[in-house]
């Protein structure tokens, strides 16, 4: 017995015609454009799996029947949370026969997602069934989120270095026009804080890129001595001091299955907040670990140790928050606070690795910062 199961324009103007053998297999029958009947016979007519939508069946029941090759490629290891997701659920329970639904589904988990789906009621090998278009949402809703953000946290990050600004033109149109030594004195201080803007609008572009991609898992390999190689040669640029107190061990031979640009990230990232939180009080002289080891459970660890003051309880589970800052003595690190981004960024991308950030701290022993990457 074959069994067909024709669903209308949901997205991109398409009609669908599935089939079933009573053997349970699913045969590529062919479909088209509604505008004109279905008719196997037609040049022009294409496989279900080769329509550019990501197309699913479920049951009255909501169990999968059958996931077209664009849904299974595009949503990989998550499309069972999806289908298994509770409005698509009440979506495909509640669809009267014959009827069409839209429904927004909201996923967290491992990572933000946002899809779009259209349910058709339908049958399917003689029982009702429903056919499902995936929409996937969650570039746009990572735009919209970034510029949200950066309207409600960069407006009030910027005002600070901004009045600062604006006080010192005033000075210098002002008392201090003609003061050679005061200018000279203001105007390296607002460079710092033109500077210290400049950062903070590379860093915010920088984590809008990352989270538009953080649905999609990266599908190339990290070599790791190359990845060190690269950690070594963009810490030329710090200053002799600081080169000297980051010790890069031999990292293991081996790939993991990442972006190497965006690892390269993370470890120039937690370097940095070393150099700049995790120095030790004088004359004690800072050390910075950065090494990697497979583990026999599974997987890479990646650790960047200091030997600095070290961070309390308190702060640890917010320190991946946009803009939270531990405070620093008066004169430490010569007032430079950082952007308050850095392990935001940091954190955004092990999510898009699937990965995890560990951070562990005693105050007056130092602070390690180690992320863990799955190796396939």
Same mark, same amino acid.
Request: hydrophobic share 45%; net charge positive; proline share 6%.
């Given at each position: ?31 088209? /454009? ?36 664009? /849904? ?221 080891? +497979? ?76 992320? +863990?990457?799955?190796?396939?």
């Amino acid at each position: 017995m074959v069994v067909g199961l024709v669903i209308g324009a949901v997205a991109g103007g398409y009609g669908m015609h599935l089939a079933a053998s009573s053997a349970g297999g699913v045969r590529r029958f062919p479909a088209r /454009a509604l505008a004109d009947p279905v008719a196997i016979g037609d040049a022009d007519t294409i496989t279900v799996d080769e329509l550019p939508v990501a197309l699913v069946v479920l049951s009255r029941g909501g169990r999968l029947l059958h996931a077209a090759t664009r /849904a299974q490629s595009e949503f990989a290891e998550g499309l069972g949370t999806l289908i298994r997701h509770p409005a698509l659920q009440r979506a495909v329970a509640d669809l009267q026969p014959g009827g069409v639904s839209e429904v927004r589904i909201e996923a967290d988990v491992p990572v933000r997602r946002v899809v779009q789906a259209f349910v058709k009621a339908g049958s399917w090998h003689g029982h009702s069934a429903c056919v499902v278009v995936l929409l996937d949402a969650t570039a746009r809703d990572a735009l919209d989120r970034a510029r949200s953000d950066f309207v409600a946290h960069a407006s009030h990050e910027l005002r600070t270095p901004l009045a600062a600004l604006i006080g010192f033109i005033e000075t210098l149109q002002g008392p201090a026009a003609n003061d050679a030594v005061a200018r000279q004195k203001f105007l390296a201080i607002m460079a710092r804080q033109a500077g210290r803007m400049q950062r903070l609008i590379d860093r915010l572009l920088y984590l809008s890129r990352v989270q538009m991609l953080e649905h999609q898992r990266p599908q190339g390999q990290v070599v790791l001595p190359d990845l060190f190689a690269r950690l070594n040669d963009e810490l030329q640029g710090k200053p002799a001091e600081d080169r000297a107190a980051v010790i890069i061990h031999a990292p293991p031979a081996g790939t993991v299955r990442g972006d190497a640009d965006q690892i390269l990230q993370v470890l120039v990232n937690l370097c940095e907040n070393a150099l700049r939180y995790g120095r030790p009080a004088p004359p004690a002289a800072a050390r910075i670990d950065v090494a990697a080891q +497979w583990l026999e459970t599974g997987g890479l660890v990646i650790s960047v140790r200091d030997n600095g003051p070290g961070i309390a309880a308190q702060h640890l589970p917010r320190l991946t928050e946009r803009f939270y800052r531990v405070s620093q003595p008066a004169g430490r690190n010569g007032g430079d606070q950082g952007t308050g981004l850095g392990l935001a960024i940091v954190r955004h991308i092990v999510d898009r690795h699937g990965g995890r950030l560990d951070i562990t701290s005693t105050p007056g022993q130092g602070t390690c910062c180690s992320v +863990w990457l799955p190796q396939g």
